[in-house]
């Protein structure tokens, strides 16, 4: 099988979108930072953008410091404003970077291992997780961070404009805004690398 050519990023113009993967289809999916707003605050944002799941994609779906995002507590409040909520694990962040990292672009070694991570079948499978959530209608990624590209959602987003689906940053009540990808990054078929 002939692999498609790698596509470089460069700096002040994205890269040319991919044609969409098999199963993707015109899936909808939107990202968002949970931040230290209220629970709703945060279902309002959902319900603006017409989400219809919650795809919590941090490790451990947990807030001391705003409990309203504990996962059952976040479940329980979703469910009353009648928006699903799955934990997706597999697409968690905190990985460890490999010491032959080809993802030396990235200082931050938190960034660099989840971009190594993002290159396993663990990764894959949460991929086919969250295509599964998007072919019932709009998903949301989830995770604590309020700015996106401060956030392992902005590589998950890199890895969806590989395979031709554009993730929308939920920016405010209504208002979105398209991925861009990582100027650093390089695609290979449907991988994302970003060397150094």
């Known amino acids: 099988m002939a692999r498609a050519p790698a596509v470089q ?3 002040g113009a994205p890269a040319a979108r991919p044609r969409a993967a098999p199963g ?8 968002v930072g ?3 707003r209220p ?5 309002a944002l959902l319900r603006a953008a017409g989400v219809r799941t919650l795809a919590d994609v941090r490790t451990i ?3 001391r410091a705003n409990p309203q995002f504990e996962g059952p507590a976040l479940a329980a409040g979703l469910a009353e404003a009648g928006i699903g909520y799955v934990h997706l694990s597999r697409l968690g962040g905190l990985r460890h ?4 990292s080809p993802n030396g672009a990235w200082r931050n070694a938190s960034f660099r291992g989840y971009a190594d991570y993002m290159l396993t079948p663990g990764f894959e499978e949460g991929l086919t997780e969250l295509r599964a959530l998007a072919a019932e209608g709009p998903v949301a990624l989830l995770c604590a961070e ?3 590209w401060r956030c392992h959602r902005s590589l998950i987003a890199d890895a969806l404009f590989a395979r031709g689906v554009v993730v929308q940053h939920i920016v405010g009540r209504g208002r979105t ?4 990808l990582t100027p650093f990054a390089r695609l290979e078929g449907r991988r994302v690398l970003y060397p150094g």
């Open 9 to 11: 990023a460069s700096t």
């Open 24 to 31: 993707w289809g015109k899936a909808r999916v939107l990202a």
């Open 34 to 36: 949970h931040s230290t």
């Open 39 to 43: 629970l709703a605050e945060l279902v």
């Open 61 to 63: 779906p947990r807030s």
């Open 97 to 100: 970077a490999r010491k032959d």
């Open 146 to 148: 309020a700015v996106p």
């Open 177 to 180: 805004r398209p991925h861009r």
